[in-house]
């Protein structure tokens, strides 16, 4: 019951801000302390706690780009199953690793079409990128893998890399003729790439075979967006 009563909040305060006009801000950072103070009470895990943090910051950003009225309802509905879904009692691992991947993929798209159409400094834009890469990234990864300190550490390492790496190559792509949905995609083939590689390294079944499968999946992928980008 308490993920039912939670997410009824969460809806309605949703719906709020999509009706609110000039106290949408208000209404936002609302929400925002709300899903805060509740998974700090309910969760009890700094891993989810991140995961779940990060959705209404995701959620805003859409429902500002966004001006049709069913598609900002649709918007709030489905931010509020996946609230649902994390305040489940013992929710499974892969749903995690779905919402995370959901998480990233929609950051990545908004940063993109921010970039692209409102003209944000790269000075604001790679910071933002790095910290939603860390975050999403160290958080999906411990909470699946239960991991002692020594290891959790190394883990946090891994993460602060793995997300230089993902700002850096989105810096890159940026600069390629690419329209937001195809750079939002390059950039998830990358953070998928080295994501499935650590939580295989951590989880200790890292093989020559996943890693040749995993760096054969982004070199095909970039070479049909690369081949795409000659043609046009």
């Known amino acids: 019951m308490r993920n039912i009563f939670l997410a009824i909040i969460f809806f309605i305060l949703s719906e709020l801000f999509i009706s609110s006009g000039g106290f949408s801000s208000l209404i936002a950072v609302t929400v925002c302390l709300f ?5 700090w009470y309910f969760l009890k895990k700094a891993s989810l706690i991140s995961i779940v943090s990060i959705l209404p910051i ?7 780009l966004i001006f049709n009225t069913q598609i900002r309802h649709f918007i709030v509905l489905f931010f509020t199953f996946i609230f649902f879904l994390i305040f489940s009692h013992n929710i499974k691992k892969s749903y995690i690793i779905i919402i995370s991947f959901i998480e990233f993929i929609l950051v990545a798209l908004l940063i993109t079409v921010y970039q692209e159409f409102f003209y944000i400094s790269h000075w604001l834009i ?3 990128m790095f910290i939603a890469s860390f975050l999403i990234f160290f958080s999906s990864i411990s909470f699946v893998l239960k991991l002692a300190f020594a290891l959790k550490f190394r ?3 891994f993460s602060l890399v793995a997300a230089l790496i993902i700002s850096e190559s989105y810096w890159l792509i940026s600069k390629l003729p690419l329209n937001f949905v195809t750079s939002g995609f390059v950039i998830f083939v990358i953070y998928y790439a080295i994501w499935d590689i650590t939580i295989r390294y951590f989880a200790g079944n890292l093989t020559k075979k996943s890693i040749y499968f995993i760096l054969a999946l982004l070199v095909l992928t970039l070479s049909i967006i690369f081949i795409t980008i000659k043609l046009l």
């Open 155 to 157: 883990l946090f390492i």
């Open 126 to 128: 790679l910071p933002i």
């Open 58 to 64: 995701i959620q805003f950003s859409l429902l500002n």
């Open 35 to 39: 899903v805060l103070g509740a998974s």
